[in-house]
């Protein structure tokens, strides 16, 4: 992206089982091992359902009635495919694959048809919208070019298509519209947006969009009060309901991401004194909040394609400090700062320190090229963001560091490589 209350968000409140299918037809000569499709809880995934590509055709049975956005996620090539569910059965064509990557998809169920239809409406306003209107002022009202611009840009100003047939897909269109999408967003008073989540029904958490609705809520929010105004949006989802609990958990998770110490830090001590049962959303963070601070010994990992070792678990390599480097062929700063460890790779290994690189690639290929030329330990299991690596350790952004004692706890969990070196005493 993972309690009886989440279950109800992500499931619906009807006590009917109503099972649907993904169906997908795929070229014969593109390679699928697994695929895997997974549901959303805010912007955690939640895992559906597994297949396997049998001849032309994969199919995987969702036994649980689900509205909300899928994505089918296919290995190896790590291609992911953004849906829609009505809790109807989803079919589709992968029309052409280029140099393993999927490059045009066609949904042959009128529901998700609908939704390609408006969302390529959606982005003709986003793109085209704000082009028009300034197009529209090196013309005058008596040209005639000027009436067919007027014509077009009401034509994408006017609020996003629906249909009576698709519930889901009709909320994420208009959520999306005015709180992620809408250029004027800004403008939109604090207290609606709060309002909004407080009031939005379970589509909210299976949308994807809560995690987008926040950050705009805090871009609007601003840095002189910030504080004040994520205080009044806590109270109004309030904290102790499973929906207040997983906007926390997302406010959490957002700090992270962008390095907001701080802010984390605040929210994370509120979450931990909550008096009353939390759900699993918030469990899961705090979990993994707990799990990767200073002084926690780091959840071990396999490793897997490995280069320069025998070893099968991080905790199998042995060393008095490890230094844990979480990249990705495809990260620039990744390969503008790894070559630099090979300049002090054997005054590490003169201290008794052992790097481990643990790379997210997609791409194996890409992973051993780079990895082949490296003398420390390096590991991969080619599933990119979805690897075991990124989830176990909450990598938001490569390259991540930590620093481990002899007992695999963590010392020290450096921003940047000359942070790593500086901890050595290595110039």
């Keep these: 992206m993972r309690n009886t209350v989440l279950a109800l968000c992500l499931l619906g409140a009807s006590s009917i089982s109503a099972q649907f299918k993904v169906n997908a037809n795929l070229p014969s000569d593109f390679q699928v091992d697994d695929a895997y499709l997974f549901a959303y809880d805010g912007s955690k995934d939640i895992l559906l359902g597994k297949g396997a590509k049998k001849g032309n055709s994969l199919s995987i049975s969702v036994p649980k009635s689900y509205k909300g956005m899928l994505r089918l996620v296919l290995f190896p090539s790590n291609n992911s495919i953004q849906m829609a569910s009505e809790n109807q059965d989803i079919n589709l064509t992968v029309d052409k694959v280029e140099n393993k990557a999927i490059k045009q998809v066609t949904f042959l169920d009128t529901a998700n048809k609908y939704f390609e239809t408006s969302q390529n409406g959606q ?16 013309y005058k009202p008596t040209d005639a070019f000027y009436s067919a611009l007027e014509k077009e840009i009401a034509t994408l100003s006017s609020s996003p298509e629906t249909g009576g047939n698709f519930p ?6 208009e959520t999306a519209s005015k709180y992620v999408n809408n250029p004027d967003y800004k403008n939109i008073p604090l207290q609606e947006y709060s309002d ?21 809520y805090l871009n609007t929010a601003g840095k002189d009060n910030i504080n004040a105004d994520i205080d009044k949006l806590l109270k109004n989802v309030d904290i102790e309901t499973p929906r207040g609990q997983t906007v926390l958990s997302e406010l959490i998770d957002i700090f ?5 110490a701080d802010m984390k ?12 049962t939390i759900n699993d959303r918030l469990a899961s963070t705090i979990r993994g909040q707990e799990e990767l601070q200073i002084g926690a010994k780091l959840p071990d990992s396999k490793l897997y394609n490995t280069y320069n070792t025998k070893a099968k678990s991080i905790s199998d390599v042995k060393a008095d400090h490890k230094v844990i480097i979480v990249w990705s062929s495809t990260c620039s700063h990744c390969t503008a700062e790894l070559p630099k460890i090979i300049e002090k790779y054997q005054a590490l290994k003169s201290k008794k320190i052992e790097v481990i690189g643990l790379s997210i690639d997609a791409d194996l290929k890409s992973y051993s090229d780079l990895a082949s030329k490296f003398p420390w330990v390096s590991a991969a299991d080619g599933k990119g963001w979805y690897s075991e690596y990124a989830k176990n350790y909450n990598v938001h952004a490569t390259p991540t560091y930590f620093i481990l004692d002899s007992s695999n706890k963590i010392v020290a969990k450096p921003d940047q490589l000359s942070q790593v070196f500086e901890y050595f005493n290595l110039k």
Excluded at 256 to 260: A, L, N, V
Aim: positive net charge.
């Design 123 to 138: 982005k003709k306003k986003e793109l085209i919208y704000p082009a028009l209107l300034q197009i529209k002022d090196y």
């Design 168 to 173: 889901f897909i009709n909320y994420y269109n």
């Design 196 to 216: 909004f989540i407080v009031k939005s029904g379970s589509f909210l958490e299976t949308s994807s969009l809560l995690k987008p609705i926040l950050i705009s």
């Design 256 to 260: 992270d991401t962008y390095g907001m």
């Design 265 to 276: 830090d605040k929210y994370l001590k509120e979450a931990k004194e909550l008096k009353c």
